[in-house]
């Protein structure tokens, strides 16, 4: 992976990966909560996919995901939910996330 650009917490990450006979660019923008309405929603305009990235050891981390989904919800990309600190004491329930997922 190239090395990261940004300022103010933000970071670009950009990568070419090559699967069988397609070359995908990857643009991954990773953006602290407090900056995400300013700056990734204009970041979206060509992405094909959003990754929501949530602390499962943190239900404010999930309700703060689930506004994001929402929103993206409402733009044309494919949003995928993702949990991470699987190894930490969880907060968030399997059942939380399955409701809020269908």
Do not use: W
């Amino acid at each position: 992976m190239d090395a990261p650009k940004g300022n103010d917490g933000v970071m670009f990450y950009f990568r070419g990966v090559k699967i069988k006979d397609l070359h995908i660019n990857l643009e991954i923008c990773d953006t602290p909560s407090l900056n995400f309405e300013a700056v990734a929603m204009s970041e979206l305009e060509d992405a094909t996919a959003v990754l929501v990235v949530f602390d499962l050891s943190n239900e404010a981390s999930f309700t703060f995901a689930q506004a994001i989904v929402k929103k993206l919800l409402k733009v044309n990309v494919d949003v995928f939910l993702v949990a991470n600190k699987c190894d930490f004491k969880k907060e968030v329930t399997e059942k939380k996330i399955k409701s809020f997922s269908k």
